[in-house]
C-alpha cells in the first residue's frame, strides 16, 4: 500500500472520474451510484487518501479552528482554564490553537496575527502583564473576527468578556483576616493597569476600611508577583513594618516567596503572621502550612468563555451585543489563616 497521501485529484484522474464526482461519492452524496463509491472508496484507501479537513472548512467559511492566547501555562489557572475550554470547543467539533505570550505585549501582538493568518473561527485572550496598548486588537474586530476576553481584559462595555470577582475575593480574604484578629495586614500587590490586581488591591483596601482599619502605604507592596518578587517585597515590609500580622497577596506564586522569608526570620504562620492568597494553586495543599487561597474557578472560567465565543461565532459577531460575565469567587480556609485558637487563648 502507498504510504504517499493522495489527493482528490489523484483519485479522479485514476477512475477517470470527475473531481466534483469522486467529491460526492467520499461524502456519500445520494446521487452516486452505491458501484461508482465502491470504486472511489477502494481506491482511497489503497493510495491512503485522507480529506483535507481545513480545505473543506474553508470552503464553508469555516476553519473549525479557534485561537487562544493566554500570558503562559506554568501553574495551575490557565492550565486549567484551557482545559475547560477545549472540552467544550471539542464537543463543539471544534480544534484549538494556544499560543503563548510569555507576559510579552509584543509577542502577544504577534501570537493574534499568528491567528489571524491561521483564518481561526474566534479568538480567546488573557492579556499579558506588560499590555499597556490595546490598539492591536482593533484589528481583530476590523476583520469581524468573534473575540472574547478573559480573566485579564479591557474593561469595557464594548468587549465580551469573562471574569471573576476579584475585588469581591480580596474583599473576603481580607475580612477573614480580620475576623482572625490581625490588624496590621499587608498587600503583596501586582501592576495596577492589570484589571485582577487593581480590583484585589480594592477588595483589600475596601475591607479594611470597612472595619474601621487605616490603609497603609508601608504595608503595600507592588511587584510582577514572581516567588523572588514575593521574596523581595516580604523582605521589604518587614523591614518598614515588622509589626505587620497578615498578608494578603494578589496571586499565591508571590505568598510562596513571601512565606520562605517569614520562615527564615523565625516567625511562625499564621501565630505570628497569617496568609492569604489568591489563585488556589496546586501546591497551597503541600505547604507547610497549607496556604488560604481565593478560588477562581478556572475550569468554569474556560467553560464559559468558548461557550460565548461560539455563541458569537454562530450568530455573528456584529448581530450579538458584547456580554460580560461575572463569575464569584470562593475562599478556601486552610490552616495559614486560621487563628481561632489563638483567639480563645487570650479570652480565657
Not at 501555562?73 to 463543539?92: H, N, P, R, S
Not at 520562615?263 to 494553586?281: C, H, T, Y
Not at 488560604?292 to 474557578?297: G, I, L, M, N
Request: net charge negative.
Amino acid at each position: 500500500m502507498s504510504t504517499h497521501r493522495a489527493s482528490i485529484s489523484d483519485l479522479a484522474a485514476q477512475l477517470n472520474l470527475s473531481v466534483s464526482t469522486v467529491s460526492r461519492a467520499l461524502s456519500d452524496h445520494s446521487r452516486i451510484s452505491d458501484a461508482t463509491k465502491k470504486r472511489v472508496w477502494e481506491l482511497a484507501r489503497q493510495l491512503n487518501y485522507q480529506p483535507n479537513q481545513l480545505a473543506a472548512a474553508l470552503r464553508k467559511g469555516r476553519s473549525n479552528t479557534l485561537g487562544v492566547v493566554v500570558p503562559h501555562i506554568d501553574g495551575q489557572f490557565f492550565a486549567l482554564v484551557v482545559k475547560g475550554i477545549e472540552t467544550v470547543a471539542t464537543k463543539a467539533g471544534f480544534n484549538v490553537m494556544i499560543c503563548q505570550s510569555n507576559e510579552d505585549a509584543a509577542q502577544e501582538q504577534k501570537n493574534v496575527e499568528t491567528l489571524l493568518n491561521a483564518q481561526v473561527d474566534g479568538i480567546l485572550l488573557s492579556l499579558s502583564l506588560s499590555t499597556h496598548d490595546f490598539g492591536y486588537l482593533e484589528e481583530i474586530r476590523r476583520r469581524d473576527i468573534p473575540m472574547v476576553l478573559f480573566d485579564r481584559v479591557v474593561e469595557s462595555k464594548d468587549v465580551s468578556a469573562v471574569v471573576l470577582n476579584d475585588y469581591q475575593g480580596g474583599y473576603e480574604a481580607v475580612c477573614h483576616l480580620i475576623e482572625q484578629g490581625c490588624r496590621q495586614i499587608a498587600h503583596l500587590g501586582g501592576p495596577q493597569h492589570l484589571n485582577i490586581c487593581r480590583n484585589r488591591y480594592q477588595g483589600y483596601a475596601d475591607a479594611l476600611q470597612h472595619n474601621g482599619l487605616p490603609v497603609d502605604p508601608m504595608l503595600v507592596n507592588f511587584s510582577d508577583l514572581r516567588i523572588q518578587d514575593g521574596r523581595l517585597g516580604m523582605e521589604s515590609l518587614l523591614n518598614q513594618a515588622p509589626q505587620l500580622d497578615a498578608v494578603f497577596s494578589c496571586n499565591d506564586l508571590a505568598l510562596v516567596g513571601a512565606m520562605q522569608i517569614i520562615k527564615r526570620r523565625g516567625l511562625r504562620i499564621p501565630q505570628d503572621v497569617a496568609l492569604a492568597g489568591f489563585s488556589n494553586e496546586l501546591f497551597d495543599s503541600l505547604t507547610e502550612p497549607m496556604l488560604t487561597s481565593v478560588d477562581q474557578r478556572c475550569e468554569e472560567m474556560g467553560r464559559t468563555a468558548v461557550q460565548m465565543l461560539l455563541d458569537l461565532i454562530n450568530e455573528g459577531p456584529t448581530k450579538v451585543a458584547p456580554r460580560q460575565v461575572v463569575l464569584q469567587p470562593n475562599l478556601l480556609i486552610r490552616e495559614s489563616s486560621l487563628r481561632s485558637d489563638l483567639l480563645q487563648e487570650t479570652k480565657v
